[in-house]
Structure formats: structure tokens, C-alpha cells
């Protein structure tokens, strides 16, 4: 059984950071790709991050060049780290153990809970 823990979230002011992290249960990236949803009030959870190929990731086109996802595998730990927020970031961000293939990531069934992240002045 896969337990993700999401933490990291909170109220931040536009422009500035925040870095999620997503702890897991045991070993598990051996066995599965993460990454990053998220889902602001009255709309669909899109993916934000995850990790393709090679050790790269990708990224939806809202947040390239401020967002970053990382992992410290000793740690069993996937990071978010979010720069230049903007109010259309505010959402609850959830990270997925899933898979990768043919340019498409594929959503596991573990979620963590999620952890809200405001952005407002």
C-alpha cells in the first residue's frame, strides 16, 4: 500500500515562493513515476509536473519557468518548488504515484491529500 503526505502549503503574496513536498511510503520510485496535480475551486485537477524521461520533467505551459519538480530518493521525497506565484495558482496540490509512456502520464491510484496553496495580496 502506497501512502503519499503532501505538506508545504499556505498563504504566500504574489510573486513570491513556496515549496511543496510530497512524502511517500518506503521505496516506490523503482516501481512508479510522480507527479504533480492541482485543482482550483469550480474546476478540473490538471497535471502540473511530472517526471517523463531521463530524469526530465514536464511541465503544463502556465507554470514552465517557475515551478520545478524534484525528488531526493534517499528520502522517498518529491518536491514542488514554486516561484513568481500568481493568483491563478491558488488550488490544492496534490501529488500521484503513476506511470509514463508515449509522451503521456498516466495517474496512478495513490493521491495524497492534498495541501492548499493561496496566493493573494
Known amino acids: 500500500q502506497v501512502q503519499l503526505v503532501e505538506s508545504g502549503g499556505g498563504l504566500v503574496q504574489p510573486g513570491g515562493s513556496l515549496r511543496l513536498s510530497c512524502a511517500a511510503s518506503?521505496?516506490?520510485?523503482?516501481?512508479?513515476?510522480m507527479a504533480w496535480y492541482r485543482q482550483a475551486p469550480g474546476k478540473q485537477r490538471e497535471l502540473v509536473a511530472f517526471?517523463?524521461?531521463?530524469?526530465?520533467?514536464s511541465y503544463t505551459d502556465s507554470v514552465k519557468g517557475r515551478f520545478t519538480i524534484s525528488r531526493d530518493d534517499a528520502k522517498n521525497t518529491v518536491y514542488l518548488q514554486m516561484i513568481n506565484l500568481k493568483f491563478e495558482d491558488t488550488a490544492v496540490y496534490y501529488c500521484?504515484?503513476?506511470?509514463?509512456?508515449?509522451?503521456?502520464?498516466?495517474?496512478?491510484?495513490?493521491w495524497g491529500q492534498g495541501t492548499q496553496v493561496t496566493v493573494s495580496s
Open positions: 500521484n504515484a503513476g506511470y509514463y509512456s508515449g509522451g503521456y502520464y498516466s495517474p496512478g491510484d495513490y
Open positions: 517526471f517523463s524521461y531521463g530524469g526530465r520533467a
Open positions: 518506503g521505496s516506490i520510485f523503482s516501481a512508479y513515476t
